[in-house]
């Protein structure tokens, strides 16, 4: 669940009530511990006794906003702090838009609860719709813009959400999949009897930019699979994810 960091006190409380409901019916409520409905969420989420995950764009060392220190002391307690960046990096602007395909990635879905044209949950936004994910926006007042963006998303085929069955309706049947496909997935390890990491996968990424459907097309991996495997071969510095899919940074 993502939104505006200057969210208004509708779409707090929005944020709020959708996260405790989400948890009481076992989904656990993914977000990125942001000022606004990011915060919100997590403690939507945490007022039903429940668990939630908070990405960071920080190191876990670090509390940002500093406001969240009980928010963030909470979630430890009852879920889980992540972060993809080391323990004692600090707040760089760069750095949250790169972990939102973190947060979309964690998720079958996306809710974007509040968000104008240019916010910053769009990319979070779009990385799900590149991941194969669901997408919602909830929608709301024309007038001001604070919610255009959802409205953006809502034109372009997201699930337009007023409640939560409007979101229960569209995972229950991914949820059923997804466990059931859960056994034939292949455990993420090196390739044997290689130096290279994922060799069919490297193949298939170039050194400009390569779409990610390209990538799954040339592989014949799972889209799943892909996902997990080229995040395992960015943190080990072969491939670097850019706007339009990825590039490949070390030849063999």
């Known amino acids: 669940?993502?939104?505006?960091?200057?969210?208004?006190?509708?779409?707090?409380?929005?944020?709020?009530?959708?996260?405790?409901?989400?948890?009481?019916?076992?989904?656990?409520?993914?977000?990125?511990?942001?000022?606004?409905?990011?915060?919100?969420?997590?403690?939507?989420?945490?007022?039903?006794?429940?668990?939630?995950?908070?990405?960071?764009?920080?190191?876990v060392e670090q509390i940002y906003p500093k406001g969240h220190r009980q928010l963030y002391e909470d979630i430890q307690q009852h879920g889980a702090v992540i972060s993809e960046f080391w323990p004692s990096v600090t707040a760089f602007a760069g750095n949250f838009p790169k972990r939102n395909r973190i947060i979309s990635g964690l998720a079958l879905g996306t809710l974007v609860v509040e968000a104008r044209r240019r916010s910053g949950s769009l990319i979070s936004a779009r990385t799900a719709m590149e991941q194969g994910?669901?997408?919602?926006?909830?929608?709301?007042?024309?007038?001001?813009?604070?919610?255009?963006?959802?409205?953006?998303?809502?034109?372009?085929?997201?699930?337009?959400?007023?409640?939560?069955?409007?979101?229960?309706?569209?995972?229950?049947?991914?949820?059923?999949s997804h466990l059931q496909a859960l056994p034939s997935y292949v455990p993420l390890q090196t390739e044997h009897n290689s130096q290279l990491p994922f060799k069919t996968l490297l193949a298939s990424v170039g050194y400009e930019t390569t779409p990610l459907d390209v990538v799954v097309e040339q592989s014949g991996i799972t889209l799943d699979l892909v996902l997990e495997q080229l995040l395992e071969l960015e943190l080990q510095g072969w491939v670097a994810a850019v706007p339009g899919g990825y590039v490949r940074l070390k030849r063999n």
């Open 133 to 176: 994910r669901e997408v919602f926006a909830v929608p709301g007042a024309v007038l001001g813009g604070d919610h255009q963006g959802c409205h953006d998303l809502i034109k372009n085929g997201a699930k337009l959400v007023e409640s939560l069955a409007d979101i229960v309706e569209e995972l229950s049947p991914l949820l059923q």
């Open 1 to 59: 669940m993502v939104g505006s960091r200057a969210a208004s006190h509708g779409g707090l409380s929005l944020a709020f009530q959708l996260a405790a409901e989400l948890d009481s019916v076992g989904l656990m409520v993914v977000s990125g511990m942001a000022a606004g409905i990011d915060g919100a969420a997590h403690k939507g989420a945490l007022s039903r006794s429940g668990q939630t995950v908070a990405v960071l764009g920080t190191g």
